[in-house]
Nanobody
């Protein structure tokens, strides 16, 4: 399984970005999908996760600002990020967990939020 993430960039605080991730293969609709991020000098952390049935959970730091969604027909995962803050600056990775609990990671996309 390969995951291709896109949509990162440089934005000012308060603006929005939408990240996209497109996994290869046909297991997407059965898989738990997530977005993680890693800031310089920090550990990778979960940002948001969505199950195959559409249940979601978010890190407290992004609740109310970020929305994770998926389109099973298009094999696409999204992260809508609103009201971005400088502390959201990180490399964002999409993640896929199969029904047999195998983890796959995308290559990461840089998000930089200027104050």
């Amino acid at each position: 399984v390969q995951l291709q993430a896109s949509g990162g960039g440089l934005v000012q605080a308060g603006r929005s970005l939408r990240l996209s991730c497109k996994p290869s293969g046909s297991i997407f609709r059965f898989s738990v999908m997530g977005w993680y991020r890693q800031a310089p000098g920090k550990q990778r952390e979960l940002v948001a996760r969505i199950t195959s049935g559409g249940n979601t959970n978010y890190a407290d730091s992004v609740k109310g600002r970020f929305t994770i969604s998926r389109d099973n027909a298009l094999n696409m995962l999204y992260l809508q990020m609103n009201t971005l803050k400088p502390e959201d600056t990180a490399v964002y990775y999409c993640n896929l967990i199969t029904v047999s609990s195998d983890y796959y990671w995308g290559q990461g996309t840089q998000v930089t939020v200027s104050s």
